[in-house]
């Protein structure tokens, strides 16, 4: 779980180093959580991006509904942005990478070798909120576990370049933005799946978030883990969670309740999820 206090002053100096490191690649790695594929992003990365090609990486595919990854998929492709799904953690699909970067780039490529430039590598960079997954990706393309002692906003230092594959090259700090939570129900989200530290929120706020998501999308989920009846699935959500806090044992202790229930779902205990649901995206 990320500790990273966003303030003003760190957002600006983030966004600056972000912006300074964008001139040095020829492809930007944008990195999300395929559970939350928009609330993940800030949209101020396509200020600063600009017309910088960009790959999008819908990152821990495996927490994710698979339908739903398949469905955002295909709406990133028609906005325009080529987009992958992988699973970082169990090295899935993370050579796509590589392989969609020289695709984006093919005329860039074909432009170089025409005039005799052959073989330069194709130089990336991971950009995303914290959690994402961007160190995971990393560690994963070098093949080899490098500490990422800037991976914080805030810290500079000499930039290095690594041997990510055969034809690209990573630089080694990932670019850091920040989450963007103004709105509850973007924050209940980012809290539910760890994106955001545990202090920003009450954990009461996202466990009603997520008995409400799963009573919608998922009852028979809630039946199965936590016994209860399709009755019980009637109650309101504030209730069904007095309910499952008495049968936890934990008598009114609603705060350690709800941290059980956000930590089931974050282990995958509930399966796979998405949160943002395509149709909100204006699909
Ligand atoms: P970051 O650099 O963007 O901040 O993220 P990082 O790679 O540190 O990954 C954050 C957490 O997400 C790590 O868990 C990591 O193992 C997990 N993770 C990354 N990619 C995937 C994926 O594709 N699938 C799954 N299931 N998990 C992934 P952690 O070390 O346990 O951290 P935390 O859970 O304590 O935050």
Known sequence: MSTIQWFPGHMAKAKKQVQEKLHLVDIVLEIVDARLPL?????????????KPRLMILNKADLAD???????LDYFKRQGLPAISIDSQHNHNVQQIEKQAQVILADKI?????????NKPIRAICIGIPNVGKSTILNRLVKKNIAITGNHPGVTKRQQWLKAGK???????????WPKFEDPLVGQKLALTGAIKDSLYHSDDVALYMLAFFKQYFPERLQQRYHITEED?????????MKLTADFGLKQDYERASERLILDCRKGKLGRYTLDQVIEAGS
């Open 233 to 241: 699935l009637t109650l309101t959500d504030p209730d069904l969670l």
């Open 66 to 72: 698979a339908a739903l990854n398949a469905a955002w």
């Open 167 to 177: 034809h690209l090259e990573l630089l080694d700090t990932p670019g850091i933005l």
């Open 110 to 118: 074909a432009r170089q070798q025409a005039k005799g430039i052959k």
């Open 39 to 51: 609330a993940s992003r800030n949209p101020i990365l396509d200020q600063i991006i600009q017309q």
